[in-house]
């Protein structure tokens, strides 16, 4: 039976201010899902966190009830039935990333939806799981982004300019060359990346939210098997607060720009495999 740790933390919302987490993770004997919930920065409306959380319950227990199931079956029927016990519309919905790692005694499977990775590590090296739709979008000039590299900061300037990148992006939001994310849309379930190892050549796994993996792919602080030794030494949680430590360190976003000063944090090491 491999060991399952789990460091979480909250971060902060677009003006700063502090709030609930929008990742969730679900921990099985079999299986591990990481999701993070997408910002919503319109009045009133159901956040991804919310979002995130009742997907999360309903995978846990499609997972639980069909333990050899197709991955990208699983997700496709859990966002299905999400979407009709809560009326969620396509393309009018909250959203979420997926990772899925799910072990058996001769596979280990994995699944990833948006940008929320899964890292295996053995014998044979180090394999990244990744989805990049969303970092090879059109990008537009004079961004959120360019206001903060150019002493911008964060405040009612930098709000208006992450809705206006937002609307923008929401244009590609599961369509044909665009990204895909679970949401209302059981396609999007298709368009996941997917990996299968052989058991004994996976030794370990980690799953990141965007607000760990930016340590790796963002900011370079290290790389997957430096994080994946740091966490076995001192914990994942060490890792999140080293990425945290690096932020606290550019709080105007101008060395690293990003959504927000921190972004929640989820990092799952499983060990032992």
């Given at each position: 039976?491999?060991?399952?740790?789990?460091?979480?933390?909250?971060?902060?919302?677009?003006?700063?201010?502090?709030?609930?987490s929008?990742?969730?993770?679900?921990?099985?004997?079999?299986?591990?899902?990481?999701?993070?919930?997408?910002?919503?920065?319109?009045?009133?409306?159901?956040?991804?966190?919310?979002?995130?959380?009742?997907?999360?319950?309903e995978?846990?227990?499609?997972?639980?009830?069909a333990?050899?199931?197709?991955?990208?079956?699983?997700?496709?029927?859990?966002?299905?039935?999400?979407?009709?016990?809560?009326?969620?519309?396509?393309?009018?919905s909250?959203?979420?990333?997926?990772?899925?790692?799910?072990?058996?005694?001769?596979?280990?499977?994995?699944?990833?939806?948006?940008?929320?990775?899964?890292v295996?590590f053995?014998?044979?090296?180090?394999?990244?799981?990744?989805?990049?739709h969303?970092?090879?979008l059109?990008?537009s000039?004079?961004?959120?982004?360019?206001?903060?590299?150019?002493?911008?900061?964060?405040?009612?300037?930098?709000?208006?300019?992450?809705?206006?990148?937002?609307?923008?992006?929401?244009?590609?939001?599961?369509?044909?060359?665009?990204?895909?994310?679970?949401?209302?849309?059981?396609?999007?379930?298709?368009?996941?990346?997917?990996?299968?190892?052989?058991?004994?050549?996976?030794?370990?796994?980690?799953?990141?939210?965007?607000?760990?993996?930016?340590?790796?792919?963002?900011?370079?602080?290290?790389?997957?098997?430096?994080?994946?030794?740091?966490?076995?030494?001192?914990?994942?949680?060490?890792?999140?607060?080293?990425?945290?430590q690096?932020?606290?360190?550019?709080?105007?976003?101008?060395?690293?720009?990003?959504?927000?000063?921190h972004?929640?944090?989820?990092?799952?090491?499983?060990?032992?495999?």
């Amino acid at each position: 039976m491999p060991e399952v740790r789990v460091a979480e933390q909250a971060g902060v919302g677009v003006t700063g201010a502090t709030r609930p987490s929008e990742d969730h993770v679900v921990v099985l004997d079999h299986a591990v899902v990481v999701l993070d919930g997408a910002t919503n920065l319109t009045p009133g409306a159901r956040s991804g966190g919310w979002y995130a959380g009742v997907l999360a319950d309903e995978l846990a227990r499609r997972l639980g009830a069909a333990p050899g199931a197709d991955l990208a079956d699983v997700l496709a029927g859990a966002i299905r039935a999400v979407a009709a016990a809560e009326g969620l519309v396509p393309g009018a919905s909250p959203s979420s990333t997926v990772a899925v790692a799910r072990w058996t005694d001769e596979r280990v499977d994995a699944l990833v939806l948006a940008d929320s990775p899964v890292v295996a590590f053995g014998p044979g090296g180090v394999r990244v799981l990744a989805d990049d739709h969303l970092r090879r979008l059109p990008r537009s000039r004079h961004t959120y982004r360019d206001r903060l590299r150019t002493g911008g900061g964060y405040g009612d300037a930098h709000l208006e300019a992450l809705r206006a990148g937002m609307t923008r992006t929401s244009r590609y939001r599961n369509t044909p060359g665009g990204f895909w994310v679970a949401e209302a849309d059981p396609g999007a379930a298709r368009h996941a990346s997917r990996a299968s190892w052989a058991r004994d050549e996976v030794d370990a796994l980690l799953l990141a939210t965007d607000g760990v993996s930016c340590g790796v792919d963002d900011y370079g602080l290290f790389d997957w098997p430096q994080a994946l030794d740091l966490a076995r030494r001192e914990g994942p949680a060490a890792v999140l607060a080293a990425v945290r430590q690096a932020e606290a360190d550019d709080p105007d976003g101008a060395r690293w720009p990003r959504a927000k000063r921190h972004d929640d944090q989820a990092l799952v090491l499983v060990d032992g495999l």
